[in-house]
């Protein structure tokens, strides 16, 4: 398919597609950013199935155009019950800190991946467009997925994922830079140094394959919207700028640090689930993450994915409850200054506005 046919492939008005961003966003975003002309995408991946049905069915009744709906498609981690006790022993000085007993027990998985029991609540919904984070599905399930009519787009952090995503079955890639907020797609390794910034790596997945590419990372206004055409880009993927948006979930604190000087510094934690992600440094990523050489809040002893949360969800709510943001995950990319608040549908029309420029 020809790189400047995106638009058609997923019917959008405007080459505006919102990133999915779980726990800050459901379908109210989705659906004002998709009834503004652009691409709202639903994140599926910390949703009941209750919930997943509930959001769907607004979905399909309010949505005016393509949406998106996006899934997690990482590997449940095995048991590590001496890592897992590594990382109590790093909790339990901060719980005792804030008089709550000691961790103990064994974590629990709070994200699960896209597998059949979930396709068949999704079938009957058949969502134009369907995405993943950390690869693709099983080929069964991407079967099944495409035959619901779904377009399929899944983010690439290398020129390398790219090229695999091209040859297991996606219909555009998203080249996700290293600014981007929240979880990296890095799934072929888990080596950091191999990540590169958007503007370095947009081009070169371009150029390596057929596919549309969307630019994602730090971008977060009409100029870098331009940027990312210039070097290739079909559409471009914005997240944290829609975080201040009055439709997003995002929490009091989580909107107090996106617009405070705190902001401005952001770095790349697996602390809060185990796997590398973007957001605003706070107390938890200085005390439980080694600062890298990349200046990422990286710890050896954190769980894998999605492990970590289970035995920190004790603090962040004695923190909150409080006020206070130490442990809480503000997932944010290195734009996150740039966020300003307004309508969903506003902030929208204004990314497209680099686009006609």
């Excluded at 769980?303 to 004695?318: D, M």
Aim: glycine share 10%; charged share 15%.
């Amino acid at each position: 398919m020809s790189k400047s046919t995106l638009q058609d492939l997923l019917g959008l008005r405007l080459p505006v597609i919102q990133a999915p961003m779980a726990g800050s966003q459901g379908s109210a975003l989705a659906l004002a950013v998709t009834n503004a002309g652009g691409l709202g995408s639903l994140p599926a991946a910390t949703l009941s199935p209750t919930q997943l049905r509930d959001e769907l069915e607004r979905m399909r009744r309010q949505a005016q155009g393509p949406w998106n709906l996006n899934f997690f498609c990482h590997q449940p981690p095995p048991a590590d019950a001496q890592r897992e006790a590594a990382w109590r022993a790093a909790l339990a000085p901060l719980c005792a800190e804030a008089g709550l007993p000691a961790p103990e027990g064994p974590a629990i998985a709070a994200r699960a991946p896209f597998d059949a029991t979930v396709a068949d609540l999704v079938e009957s919904f058949r969502p134009p467009v369907v995405s993943f984070h950390f690869g693709l599905p099983a080929p069964e399930l991407l079967a099944r997925v495409k035959s619901w009519g779904s377009q399929v787009l899944s983010s690439a952090t290398t020129v390398e994922e790219a090229l695999w995503l091209q040859a297991h079955g996606a219909d555009a890639i998203i080249a996700q830079g290293l600014e981007a907020g929240g979880h990296r797609g890095i799934f072929l390794g888990d080596d950091l140094a191999t990540q590169l910034g958007t503007f370095a790596l947009l081009p070169q997945i371009v150029r390596a394959v057929e596919l549309p590419v969307i630019a994602a990372g730090g971008i977060a206004d009409a100029a870098g919207v331009a940027a990312a055409r210039a070097l290739g880009a079909s559409a471009v993927q914005v997240g944290t700028a829609y975080l201040l948006c009055p439709e997003a979930g995002t929490s009091a604190l989580h909107r107090a640090a996106l617009q405070s000087a705190q902001a401005r510094h952001t770095a790349l934690t697996n602390v809060f689930t185990g796997r590398p992600a973007r957001g605003i440094v706070n107390r938890a990523m200085r005390v439980l993450g080694a600062a890298g050489q990349s200046g990422g809040c990286i710890s050896s002893q954190a769980p894998a994915f999605p492990l970590a949360a289970t035995h920190l969800a004790p603090l962040r709510a004695w923190a909150e409850a409080q006020g206070r943001d130490d442990f809480t995950p503000l997932w944010a990319g290195q734009a996150a200054s740039l966020a300003r608040a307004m309508p969903a549908a506003d902030l929208t029309l204004a990314l497209a506005e680099g686009w006609r420029g």
